[in-house]
């Protein structure tokens, strides 16, 4: 750990994981206090990340004021290509969405000020590159942060990276049907109608615990595998392990909601989601391209999804990084997802 003290501000470097555990009462109170309490951005969250899939150095630097509050956190790692250190955000490959510098919601301007000291200042390792990814349009990241680094001598590039579709829930699924236009609101409710008249039995529902846990992880990896030969190839050993870490780490915090939908005692597809905040946050997915296809269970256990969200409150869809055609036929509208590349 290394402290620097930076009128009116003062930074702590943390280098190994016990700044995790340094830094856990007051993290999550911290993101909730930001403009977008990310579930990826979560205590809980970075530390599963880390632990499975963190092989770098570490550098979290958290941000004081000077009456000793933490007002921000730059969740940091480097990674070295030939001994040349690039710094990612923790977080920053494959698996996590929506990522950012931690701050204050207003307080922004004196989180960046005070990380580029720590960038251009003694304590940083020999970077030369910085990626801030998966920035989500909320965020003043890529707004902000961009101009003060120029001002630092610094090279900045921003960029779009993706788009993430959501859906803003109605009151009542009625109304969501409403608001689609007439074809897909026939489609949802004529592949709903087909599933129910042509198997002889089927069920959605649920996993958010239990004792066997780790068995229904295994039902969702098998699923995810068979959906595609980019899925199989995605779902490495190391990232099974990590999905069953990050299952294990929602559940104990009630966000989990792993779901299924079985035709005729078969499981046919599967959608591995989180219920945090207020939103349910659709993360990843699988299906048996064999089983009953022509019933669409995917695109029916989707529905299911939406309407339960509404009956229990949630105001969010939200489906997360990609532009798949599904995700638009659900209604869904784009976020953007941005990108901010700095170098010296």
């Known amino acids: ?77 480097c990674r070295r290509d030939e001994n040349v250190c690039h710094l990612h955000l923790v977080g920053c490959a494959e698996v996590a969405d929506y990522l950012d510098i931690i701050s204050i919601a207003g307080r922004e301007r004196e989180v960046y000020s005070a990380f580029l000291d720590f960038l251009t200042g003694p304590d940083a390792p020999d970077w030369t590159r910085l990626l801030l990814c998966n920035l989500y349009e909320p965020s003043s990241t890529y707004r902000l942060f961009p101009e003060l680094a120029r001002t630092r001598g610094l090279k900045v590039e921003v960029k779009q990276e993706d788009v993430a579709p959501y859906i803003l829930l109605p009151d009542s699924f009625e109304a969501y049907l409403a608001g689609l236009s007439k074809k897909q609101r026939h489609e949802i409710r004529r592949k709903r109608n087909k599933l129910t008249r042509e198997a002889q039995s089927w069920r959605w529902f649920q996993v958010r615990g239990g004792d066997n846990l780790d068995e229904w992880v295994d039902a969702f990896l098998r699923l995810h595998r068979l959906a595609s030969a980019e899925k199989e190839a995605f779902m490495t050993e190391e990232m099974a392990h990590f999905f069953h870490q990050i299952a294990h780490t929602a559940a104990e915090q009630g966000w989990l909601a792993l779901a299924f939908i079985e035709v005729n005692e078969q499981l046919a597809a599967t959608v591995f989601n989180f219920d945090y905040d207020d939103r349910i946050w659709v993360y990843n997915s699988g299906y048996d391209p064999q089983a009953y296809k022509h019933l669409s269970p995917g695109i029916v256990l989707n529905s299911h999804l939406i309407e339960d969200a509404i009956q229990t409150g949630h105001k969010i869809f939200d489906f997360l990084q990609g532009d798949e055609v599904y995700k638009y036929r659900f209604g869904a509208v784009d976020a953007k997802v941005m990108q901010v ?4």
Not at 1 to 22: C, E, Q, V
């Open 1 to 77: 750990m290394n402290s620097k003290t930076l009128s009116p501000h003062s930074y702590t470097i943390y280098s190994d994981r016990s700044g995790f555990d340094a830094l856990r009462l007051e993290w999550n109170p911290l993101l909730r206090k930001s403009r977008f309490n990310s579930v990826f951005l979560a205590w809980e969250w970075q530390t599963t990340w880390w632990d499975c899939l963190g092989t770098d150095e570490l550098f979290l630097v958290a941000f004081r004021d000077q009456a000793g509050q933490l007002i921000g956190i730059a969740p940091l790692f």
């Open 341 to 344: 590349e700095v170098t010296r």
